[in-house]
C-alpha cells in the first residue's frame, strides 16, 4: 500500500511539475478552431484591439439578436478598415455577414441583427488597410433558436419596398450621419420546418450595395443567418450634394433598390 500511495504521489507531482500537463487540453479560439475563419485570415493572427463589439449577453429568441459593431479608423486612404467579417461558430453555417468598406463612409460603425442557433461566442474580424486584422468576440446565451425554428411565415412572398432614412442634411467637413436601411423579406435560412413539418426552400439576400454618386461606398454579402427583413446601419460622410443608390439582389435574381438625395450642409 505504501508503494502505491508513493506512485500517485509521484504521478500527481509530475502533472503538477509539468505544467497540468495531465488535463484535458482546452479548445482552442473560435478564430483557430473554425475552417471558415482561418480562410479569412490567411496566416493572419487576430489582434484583439480596436474593435467593440455589442452584443446582448442572453437573447430570448435567436430569430433576431442585435449586433452592434464599432472599429477605431480615421477612415482615410491611408488609415482604414477595408472588410469586416462577422462569425457565429455555433450556427449549421458559420458565416454571417461580410462587409466591404470605403474610406468616404467615414466611420466603421454598424448595426444589425442576426440569428444564433444556439447559445455561443460571436467572432467579428475586422481588416486594416496595413494588413492588421483586428477581432472582438462575445458569448450570447441563446434560450430560442434563430435558425431551425418552426416558420408559420410565407416563404415565397415578393420582396418589399425598402425603408431607408438619410440625415437631411449631413453635417459638413467630412462630418458623417447615419444611414438606416431595411427590406422585407423572409431570409429563409434551409434549415427550418414550415406547418406542414416539411423543410423549407432556403432563399436569402445575397448581395447589398450602397453608391455615392455612382461609386460604391459599401458592399455586403449577406448569408443565412442575418434575420428576416434585414437592417443594416451604417455611416456616411459625403463631401458635397449627391445620389445615394441601395441596392438589394435576392438569391433568385429578385431585385429591389432606393434612391435618395443627398445634401450637405454649407
Not at 40 to 58: I, S, T
Not at 106 to 128: N, W, Y
Not at 228 to 257: C, H, I, K, M
Request: a negative charge; hydrophobic letters at 45%; aromatic letters at 6%.
Amino acid at each position: 500500500m505504501r508503494v502505491r500511495a508513493r506512485g500517485w504521489l509521484c504521478l500527481f507531482l509530475a502533472c503538477g511539475l509539468a505544467g497540468w500537463s495531465c488535463a484535458a487540453p482546452a479548445d482552442p479560439p473560435v478564430w483557430k478552431a473554425v475552417p471558415e475563419v482561418r480562410d479569412w485570415l490567411n496566416g493572419a493572427e487576430p489582434q484583439f484591439e480596436h474593435l467593440h463589439l455589442d452584443l446582448p449577453l442572453v437573447s430570448e429568441e435567436g430569430m433576431s439578436v442585435p449586433l452592434a459593431i464599432d472599429v477605431t479608423s480615421a477612415m482615410t486612404p491611408d488609415d482604414s478598415i477595408v472588410a469586416i467579417r462577422v462569425f457565429a461558430a455555433g450556427n449549421p453555417q458559420p458565416e454571417v455577414l461580410d462587409l466591404t468598406l470605403d474610406p468616404r463612409l467615414g466611420r466603421a460603425v454598424f448595426e444589425t441583427r442576426i440569428r444564433l442557433d444556439e447559445s455561443q461566442t460571436v467572432l467579428v474580424l475586422a481588416r486594416h488597410s496595413d494588413g492588421r486584422v483586428f477581432a472582438a468576440e462575445q458569448a450570447v446565451r441563446v434560450a430560442n433558436s434563430g435558425c431551425l425554428a418552426r416558420s408559420e411565415e410565407a416563404f415565397d412572398a415578393p420582396m418589399g419596398e425598402p425603408r431607408v432614412a438619410v440625415p437631411d442634411p449631413f453635417p459638413a467637413d467630412r462630418g458623417h450621419g447615419e444611414v438606416r436601411s431595411l427590406i422585407l423579406h423572409p431570409m429563409e435560412t434551409g434549415f427550418r420546418e414550415g406547418p406542414d413539418g416539411e423543410p423549407l426552400p432556403r432563399r436569402i439576400i445575397e448581395d447589398f450595395s450602397v453608391s455615392l454618386d455612382g461609386e460604391i461606398v459599401l458592399a455586403a454579402r449577406f448569408h443565412a443567418a442575418m434575420s428576416a427583413n434585414p437592417y443594416l446601419a451604417f455611416r456616411l460622410a459625403p463631401e458635397q450634394d449627391g445620389e445615394l443608390v441601395l441596392r438589394w439582389l435576392d438569391e433568385t435574381g429578385e431585385e429591389r433598390s432606393a434612391t435618395r438625395t443627398v445634401r450637405v450642409v454649407d
